[in-house]
């Protein structure tokens, strides 16, 4: 069966797509056939007249993927706010339903799978009829996650928040990973210390700034 893992983390901005970028393309690397997925994206590039999911592009060009990234985003929108923003404002809802479908479709070509997520755990993708947040759609497709914290000030709180929302939620944490890691800052050192200490979750991978390659974490991949 394809083994995927969903990365979140503690917020906008942290760094979701580099790592997942790096994740996909270490595991090619070492010969295993990984892909990638994102169920929604906002802020999505204008090229020549054509709408780039901008996320799945990155990943692809850096893993060396060639295939089309827009048949690997189950919804693309143009407007750079939250996904249940920018749905509303192109009347374009997010469902469930058609997020699993493509989820089931595009899993059947890969042996792993990273699946992104949109802002941090809490992203609601849809808060009219159908209510609909990020971690419904984690659950729905039977994954664990990964938290993407940076390692700067601020990150103990942010990231503590973070890991108990997800258990609240039924979520399984499999590792944290720390990036723009600096490992001769003291502070990041002991952020690092006092995550796992506070959280009992191993920080899997500290990730430097402007690192090419991340750990391999294909043991963090769970059956999907």
Request: charged share 25%; with cysteine.
């Amino acid at each position: 069966m394809t083994k995927g893992i969903f990365i979140t983390a503690t917020g906008t901005d942290v760094g979701k797509t580099y790592i997942s970028a790096l994740i996909v393309k270490k595991l090619r690397e070492i010969g295993l056939n990984c892909g990638y997925y994102k169920p929604a994206l906002s802020g999505a590039e204008i090229f020549n007249g054509e709408i780039i999911p901008g996320d799945c592009d990155y990943v692809f060009k850096q893993a060396r993927i060639s295939l089309n990234p827009s048949d690997y985003v189950s919804y693309i929108y143009k407007e750079p706010v939250s996904p249940h923003l920018a749905a509303e404002l192109e009347n374009k809802p997010i469902k469930l339903e058609k997020i699993k479908k493509n989820f089931e479709h595009i899993k059947q070509k890969f042996d792993y799978i990273v699946v992104e997520g949109a802002g941090g755990i809490a992203c609601p993708f849809n808060l009219g009829q159908e209510k609909l947040m990020l971690t419904d759609v984690i659950k729905a497709l039977g994954l664990d996650i990964i938290i993407v914290s940076c390692a700067t000030l601020g990150t103990i709180n942010s990231t503590l928040l973070t890991v108990e929302y997800a258990k609240q939620h039924g979520i399984t944490v499999k590792g944290i990973i720390l990036n723009s890691y600096d490992k001769n800052d003291f502070m990041h050192i002991d952020n690092k210390k006092q995550i796992e200490a506070l959280t009992g979750i191993k920080v899997v991978s500290t990730v430097t700034h402007n690192s090419k390659t991340v750990e391999d974490l294909s043991e963090f991949f769970k059956e999907v």
